[in-house]
């Protein structure tokens, strides 16, 4: 079974099995995974700690379908690696990953390479910035969250900007903001409900 399908049938056994919560995320409860899920148009994604990182198994729908994702992450802010349709996309960073102090730093930054399906293809860089503290709502629960603009630059493609609202102590992003090299809004994923653990 490729990992696709793998991702496919994982997420799907947990969207049917993960038992809804009564009450609002702690941090303790995100250590065993956390299911966040977006009605309309349908996305589910199951965030799970993997030491300062997480991993990530997404469902979404598009073109009509539903498409698998996965993903690992450096840090909640920091993708490292992404498998989809299109293959597997990886992310290599110079400088040591630092992103739990950034509203004291204000921005971290790295030259960046890209390889896809493993061959080394293009470098740029990677630049996260702290914008300042705001609040996120999910099923009447409201977190904290660090605003941060995460900016990739890889040479001879359009920069790839996203607004993010990161929780610190749930160590999750709960709103992302696609934006346009003008920083205009592109897309928006902003979560309706959340679940806790695999369920099963």
């Known amino acids: 079974m490729s990992i696709l399908l793998r991702s496919l049938s994982l997420l ?13 995320l702690s941090a303790k409860e995100t250590k065993q995974g956390v299911l966040l899920t977006r009605e309309v148009p349908f996305y589910s994604v199951f965030y799970k700690p993997d030491g300062p990182g997480l991993t990530e198994q997404r469902l979404m729908e598009r ?12 840090h909640p802010l920091l993708v490292e690696k992404r498998v989809s349709a299109s293959g597997t996309h990886e992310l290599k960073y110079a400088n040591a990953i630092a992103l739990d102090d950034l509203p004291q730093k204000k921005n971290w930054q790295s030259e960046t390479t890209l390889f896809i399906n493993g061959q080394k293809s ?18 009447s629960c409201s977190y904290n969250v660090w605003a941060i603009n995460s900016r990739l630059e890889l040479t001879e493609l ?7 609202y990161y929780s610190p102590e749930l160590r999750l992003v709960l709103r992302s903001v696609r934006l346009s090299p003008s920083n205009q809004p592109l897309s928006e994923v902003r979560f309706d409900r959340f679940q806790i653990g695999w369920g099963n």
């Open 12 to 24: 799907a056994g947990i969207t049917l099995a993960a038992p809804a919560s009564s009450s609002c």
């Open 63 to 74: 073109n009509h379908s539903l498409q698998p994702v996965s993903a690992v992450y450096l």
């Open 122 to 139: 293009v470098s740029g860089a990677t630049v996260i910035r702290f914008d300042g503290w705001g609040e996120e709502t999910i099923a």
């Open 158 to 164: 359009p920069p790839i900007i996203f607004e993010l």
